[in-house]
């Protein structure tokens, strides 16, 4: 098999196209619970606490000198990268719950006979027993 049909046979598996897609959806998702984050969320909690913005929120470690701008250290930013990770993360565990919940409840229903069949298998149990 030549390197080029082996790759193709690679690229074109089924898990590999839907990964590619779950990596697409993800990256919009980030987006959209990134806006979540600075849009809705954080205004309010910086209202909250004073009308403070965590991006903007830094330690100067050395002063700006003529061009060279000066040395922060940005522990808003990491405050902020945690929180849109909290809720990042908390929205997918919401999302994966649910979507187990759907599968439970599918499962549950093919594991359930129907009555009918229930009830054949009894007659047959019985008869079998005569």
């Known amino acids: 098999m030549g390197m080029l049909q082996e790759f193709k046979t690679f690229a074109f598996k089924g898990n590999v196209v839907d990964m590619a897609v779950?990596?697409?959806i993800g990256v919009a998702f980030g987006k959209i619970v990134?806006?979540?984050?600075g849009d809705v969320i954080m205004p309010p909690i910086g209202v909250i606490l004073g009308g403070v913005d965590f991006s903007n929120l830094s330690i100067v470690l050395k002063a700006a000198v003529d061009?060279?701008?000066?040395?922060?250290l940005n522990?808003?930013?990491f405050i902020q990268a945690i929180i849109d990770f909290i809720i990042i993360a908390f929205s997918i565990f919401i999302l994966v719950k649910?979507?187990?919940t759907l599968k439970r409840k599918e499962e549950e229903k093919a594991a359930e006979q129907p009555k009918q069949e229930v009830l054949l298998?009894?007659?047959?149990?019985l008869l079998a027993k005569k």
């Open 67 to 72: 061009q060279a701008p000066a040395v922060t």
């Open 121 to 125: 298998t009894e007659i047959r149990n």
């Open 98 to 100: 649910g979507i187990n």
């Open 22 to 24: 779950g990596i697409i």
């Open 75 to 77: 522990y808003g930013k």
């Open 34 to 37: 990134s806006s979540l984050v």
